[in-house]
């Protein structure tokens, strides 16, 4: 059974920076597809960047030139750099891993397997 497990979320303030990481367990040891999507209060949840099983790199519009999505295949973790944080970011973060034979990187429903979720809060 695959589990991801996220990290480094938490509070800052606008223009600040975070860190987070996801590790997957359990897997069967192939490159998958993993990623970030994010979901605040009352809305859907939505991609934040996607690194392909390929090796390609995924961001949604939002957060394009100030995230970077990076990847340690060795432990099968995926990171998550994000500078100039802004209030809008507020939201809870998940990891996500494997992408359904084809799917789409851009939608949730697409992914197998999910973490349990960390909260970033950007006040202003």
């Known amino acids: 059974q695959v589990s991801l497990v996220e990290s480094g979320g938490g509070s800052v303030q606008a223009g600040g920076s975070l860190r987070l990481s996801c590790a997957e367990s359990?897997?069967?040891?192939?490159?998958?597809?993993m990623g970030w999507f994010r979901q605040a209060p009352g809305n859907e949840r939505e991609v934040v960047a996607i690194?392909?099983?390929?090796?390609?790199?995924h961001y949604g519009d939002s957060v394009k030139g100030r995230f970077t999505i990076s990847r340690d295949g060795f432990e099968n973790t995926v990171y998550l750099q994000m500078l100039n944080l802004k209030p809008e970011d507020t939201a809870m973060y998940y990891c996500?891993?494997?992408?359904?034979?084809?799917?789409?990187?851009?939608?949730?429903?697409?992914?197998?397997?999910w973490g349990q979720g960390t909260q970033v809060t950007v006040s202003s």
């Open positions: 690194n392909t099983a390929s090796g390609s790199t």
């Open positions: 996500a891993s494997v992408l359904k034979d084809g799917g789409t990187w851009s939608r949730p429903a697409d992914f197998l397997y």
């Open positions: 359990g897997g069967t040891g192939s490159v998958s597809s």
